[in-house]
């Protein structure tokens, strides 16, 4: 299977977006971070940095796994 937005073969679980996109962890993390930002009143500029920032801290953390 592969990620529906960067087209990298998916190792693993995929991460399934609420449309039903099968996405790779890196772009489900992306996404992730990206909607909490938007959400928190960031806009388009707070999504994107809170996307980034997201990122690097699951990659930190050892990406735990999701529930």
Known sequence: M???QC?????????TSITGRKLCDRCGTQLQGRTAGVVAGGGIAGGISTGGWYARVRKAMGRPPRS
């Open 7 to 15: 087209s990298r073969k998916i190792r693993g679980r995929a991460y």
């Open 2 to 4: 592969r990620c529906e």
